[in-house]
């Protein structure tokens, strides 16, 4: 924290791509609690937005929001342009084009490594079964699994099983990837495997939300950081900006408990 922002500039930087991904002025309410307040947010095309906050600020349910597996109640969700389906088989394409990636990683525990990256390339994408099972394989060499192919998820390790859980939502060729804290169940050792997995998709242009306590990968890997409290967005700024120079209280306040 001792370096200070060249520019001073509290603007997040202009990205490269164009929208993929616009919330606007979505709310949301669990019963009383008012858990999305007035949320604008638009990602483009190869950026990756990493969102911090308290628990409880809303972020689980933001990203559970833009793959719909919450409903919002007011305002509007687009993906690449097109409004977010309600029901039926275009909201099962929609979310095969989102692709999420859990805390808890929510693999198919009665299936194989191999059977858990072929599945919804099969049955969403109608990919055939022997093009599946190669994009599978490419995909688990890719994460660093490829020999754990036919093994089930729970002879590997966390750190594994996350990067199987990538290798599934990557299957689908989603236009961007939501990742819900994805190391935060994991043992301290395995946290960077995973890191790294997410590091290489970002260099390659991977569209990414990440929601992640991890403040050194916001750091290297994220374009722009969102700040969330009590389910708005507080602050947004490249990450130079936002750690060295926070503007709102919330972001001095919890940035002085972690880091
Ligand atoms: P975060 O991910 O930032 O910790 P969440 O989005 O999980 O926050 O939760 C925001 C708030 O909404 C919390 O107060 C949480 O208890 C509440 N909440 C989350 N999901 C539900 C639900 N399904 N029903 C009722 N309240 C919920
Ligand atoms: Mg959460």
Redesign the pocket.
Known sequence: MSEVSGTGSTEAPAPAGDQLVVLDNVNKH??A?H?LQDIDLTIHRGEVVVVI??????????C?TINRL?TIDSGAISIDGKPLPQEGRELARLRADVGMVFQSFNLFAHKTVLENVVLGQTKVRRTDKAAAEKKARALLDRVGVGTQADKYPAQLSGGQQQRVAIARALAMDPKVMLF??PTSALDPEMINEVLEVMQQLARDGMTMVV?THEMGFARSAANRVVF?AD?RIVEEAEPNQFFNNPRSDRAKDFLSKIL
């Open positions: 669990f019963g609690l858990v906050g308290p628990s409880g600020s809303g972020k689980s349910t933001l559970r919450e819900d804290e929601v969330m389910g």
